[in-house]
């Protein structure tokens, strides 16, 4: 097969879909793969690189979405890529099609095969190729957060840790998945007082017999949550309903309750956000203030620090997209039952239950 790398062009992001690594064990399986110029550049790889293991470096994008058979990538397409992708052609990447009616529209107009990284689902339900970038995003939450609540840009002023005679901020953390539980374990790590929500009480088991005792659990509600946000100093949101719009756990009302200065961090803004007043932002301008409460709503916080996104993503990706390479997507979907839950739009037809319902489109609608 013919697999196309191009070159990410969302603002801030530095991350690439394959590393060397990837193109040797491509390249050692007979496929050809095409590599943008610079793509790797930004996480530390460059052309010679994937040319020394048989990579083939092209110079615009418009050349490498034209041979390839496959696209591999990190983020959703942009509006400049649409028309480059071809029908029948596989799109593996991350999409979150439930939080832009555009991008799936432009997909199903595309009639290429699209393979979401964030659904791919295995036999004990978790997500493998989501779980290393919510966990460089869960403990990212906390670095971009403690920044925020310095004075200068106009946070509390708090120091989350802490000093001795002084007690240590407080961390609220929505959710106890993989975000949640990387953000309690990097506020805990600087000292702060952290509360973890979650509707799932198996998760927050999990919490309470892994955590020191600085961390708290308690079971989600609104209750709860309105009495937090009064005097927790950061708030992480990490809840995830499964290829659906996130719940909006946190409304514009409820800022009000908040002291000034406190920080939000959406992180799961890619799914429509937690907070009522998420607007999508980006690593150029990270946060915006709404009664001042200082809301951080980057889309991809693993892009920030490519390096280590890279590396964990292509771990996970290359198993995946080696098969979907040697037996073609229809063999692979089918030998692979987790692969198979990675198909949301297939040649003009929409197959993942949950973005049809997203939308709210009527079965006769569904395109
Ligand atoms: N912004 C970014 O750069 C970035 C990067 C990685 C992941 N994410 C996003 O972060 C989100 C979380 O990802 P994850 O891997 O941690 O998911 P996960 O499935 O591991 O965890 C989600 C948790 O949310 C809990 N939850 C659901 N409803 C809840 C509620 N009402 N109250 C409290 N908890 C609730 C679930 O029980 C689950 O434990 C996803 O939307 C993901 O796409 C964003």
Sequence with gaps: MKIGVPKEIKNNESRVGMTPAGV??????NHIVFIQSTAGEGSGFFDEDYQSVGGIILKTMEEVYSLADMIVKVKEPVEY?????????????????ASSEELTFAMLNSKAVCIAYETVEDAEGTLPLLTPMSEVAGRMAIQQ?????????KGRGVLLGGVPGVPPGKVLVLGAGVVGVQAAKMAAGLGAHVTVLDTNLKR???????????????????????????DHDLIVGGVLIKGSKAPKLITKEM???????????????????????????THENPTYIIDDVIHYCVTNMPGAVPYTSTMALTNVTLPYVLQL???????????????????NIVQGKCVYREIIEAFEWSEKLVP
């Design 24 to 29: 040797f064990e491509l390249t050692k399986n």
């Design 81 to 97: 890529e649409y028309p480059l992708i071809k029908p029948n052609q596989i799109i593996f990447t991350y999409f979150h099609f």
């Design 145 to 153: 957060g403690a920044k925020y609540l310095e004075k200068p840009i």
């Design 204 to 230: 927050l088991r999990y919490v309470n017999d892994i955590m020191p005792s600085h961390v708290v659990t308690e079971f989600s509600s609104e209750y709860n949550i309105r009495k937090h946000i009064k």
């Design 255 to 281: 800022l009000k309750e908040m002291r000034p200065g406190t920080v939000i961090v959406d992180v799961a803004v890619d799914q429509g956000g937690c907070f009522e007043t998420t607007v999508p932002t």
């Design 325 to 343: 390479a040697n037996f073609g997507w229809e063999e692979a979907c089918q030998k692979d039952l987790s692969l198979q839950k990675g198909l």
